[in-house]
């Protein structure tokens, strides 16, 4: 776990987006919003915990918000570790605050990684929001 700065304090914020993935996937795993719930609890935690995804880590250099991806581990899924859910976020801080966006779910199942398309969405929700 990645220590935060003394002092600071951290708040996770749902984008709508999200609210509507994780409607979707508690339809075909009922319970996920119970898994996705101790996941939210653990980034909020510890923020950093998820590594930087690489295909935004030239964004990053660009100036642009980087993205993180963190695996939620679910008994709803009733699979492996490689066959859960991921989580992609956004880390902003703000003076003493940390903002924890997060905006993605998507059971590995389904796909394995994001595709270039779906990093571009996920940035323009940060320029909705006013964090890129």
């Known amino acids: ?3 935060l700065p003394r002092g600071c304090s951290v708040e996770t914020h749902r984008v709508r987006e999200l ?3 994780i409607a979707e996937l508690e339809a075909r795993f009922p319970g996920l919003s119970a898994d996705f719930a101790v996941a939210e609890r ?3 935690q510890d923020p950093f915990r998820g590594p930087v995804i690489s295909s935004s880590s030239s ?4 100036g642009n918000a980087s993205l993180r991806k963190m695996q939620v581990h679910s008994k709803a899924a009733q699979r492996g570790k490689n066959k859960g859910f991921r989580l992609v976020y956004h880390v902003h801080r703000e003076a003493m605050l940390f903002h924890v966006f997060l905006l993605h779910i998507y059971f590995k199942g389904d ?3 994001l595709i270039s398309s779906e990093y571009a969405r996920l940035q ?3 320029v909705r929001l006013k964090i890129a």
């Open 19 to 21: 609210e509507n993935e």
């Open 111 to 113: 796909k394995e990684d």
């Open 42 to 44: 653990i980034v909020k």
């Open 59 to 62: 964004a990053q250099k660009a």
């Open 124 to 126: 323009a929700v940060l």
């Open 1 to 3: 776990m990645n220590e």
